[in-house]
């Protein structure tokens, strides 16, 4: 019989105690916490993500600054806003909505952002801390997975764990973590030879792929632990996951819905990264 992870609620109750966190520094520093919110155009997704973030803001008492930068804005101009954002001691962090438009240098512009107010986790100075195992603003996406393990007391030290995606901003991240709490990691991609039985040894999988339905029942060890980080549309435009959820969850012992499962960890994450950067700062 599995267990449902609940992403929603845990980001809830995550939510509410960032909240009184966020309460108590600004009674004890008389100081606002500060988030920059940096969009260029008006890609209707960003602008979801970017309206959603605000909210959560304001949801747990953070304050947001907005910038919304015309979709032909110059590459000085966005150099210059981050560079003022920076030494700015009313933002404590410093988001820019990826994907920006072609013409401007992605790269350049986040490596302007200092890693102190990095609240994304993506520098290069955060990921090698989080190597290191030190001090740093963890990803958003892989800090909400581990999270999810803490709720459900679920043990990751010695347990054979597979990451199936290497991105800088999920599948790179999440093996460290799970490096980092005594997993034994496997950090699988499109050139792995024999994904199905990397996965079948695997005591917690994480699916961060980008695939509809990928991971199906026959690639999971029975009492697994399943994450699904994929956010997809199925067949019908119905928003899925990369596990094939129906097929694949008599076999875990613990499954992430989606949606309601990683997704709304990913925002919480990144208010309560806020937060840590103002009182580190
Ligand atoms: P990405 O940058 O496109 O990376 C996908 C990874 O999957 C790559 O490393 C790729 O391998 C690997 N891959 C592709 N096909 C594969 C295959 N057939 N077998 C094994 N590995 C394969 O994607 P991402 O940004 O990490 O996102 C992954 C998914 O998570 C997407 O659905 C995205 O929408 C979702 N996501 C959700 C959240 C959230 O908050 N819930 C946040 C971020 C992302 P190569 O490196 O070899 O190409």
Same mark, same amino acid.
């Given at each position: 019989m599995y267990k449902l992870i609940d992403g929603k609620k845990l980001a809830a109750k995550m939510r509410a105690d960032i909240k009184s966190k966020v309460d108590e520094y600004k009674a004890a520093s008389g100081k606002e916490i500060g988030l920059a919110v940096v969009l260029v155009?008006?890609?209707?997704?960003?602008?979801?993500y970017v309206r959603n973030k605000i #909210?959560?803001? !304001?949801?747990?008492?953070?304050k947001s600054y907005a910038y919304y930068l015309d979709k032909e804005v110059a590459q000085s101009r966005v150099e210059e806003l981050i560079r003022s954002l920076s030494v700015d001691d009313k933002?404590?962090?410093?988001?820019?909505?990826l994907p920006l438009p072609r013409h401007l240098d992605s790269? #350049?512009?986040? !490596?302007l952002i200092p890693?102190?107010?990095d609240v994304d986790g993506f520098s290069a100075e955060n990921m090698g801390r989080l190597c290191m195992n030190e001090p740093c603003l963890v990803a958003c996406t892989p800090n909400g997975v581990m999270k999810m393990f803490e709720s459900e007391n679920i043990d990751l030290n010695g347990k054979n764990a597979v990451v199936i995606g290497r991105s800088n901003i999920v599948g790179k991240p999440m093996a460290m973590l799970l490096t980092n709490a005594n997993a034994t990691v496997t950090l699988c991609h499109s050139r792995t030879r024999d994904l199905k039985q990397k996965c079948l040894e695997a005591d917690v999988v994480v699916a961060a792929i980008g695939k509809a339905k990928?991971?199906?029942?026959?690639?999971?060890k029975d009492g697994a632990v399943v994450i699904d980080v994929g956010m997809n549309r199925d067949e019908n435009g119905k928003l899925c996951g990369d596990v094939d959820f129906e097929n694949v969850k008599e076999k875990c012992s613990f499954i992430?819905?989606?949606?309601g499962g990683v997704g709304p960890m990913t925002i919480t994450m990144l208010m309560y990264n806020t937060y840590l950067?103002?009182?580190?700062?």
């Open positions: 155009g008006e890609d209707p997704a960003s602008q979801v #909210k959560a803001c !304001e949801e747990v008492g953070i933002i404590n962090g410093i988001l820019v909505q790269k #350049k512009i986040l !490596e890693y102190a107010k990928f991971i199906k029942a026959d690639m999971i992430t819905p989606v949606p950067s103002a009182t580190r700062s």
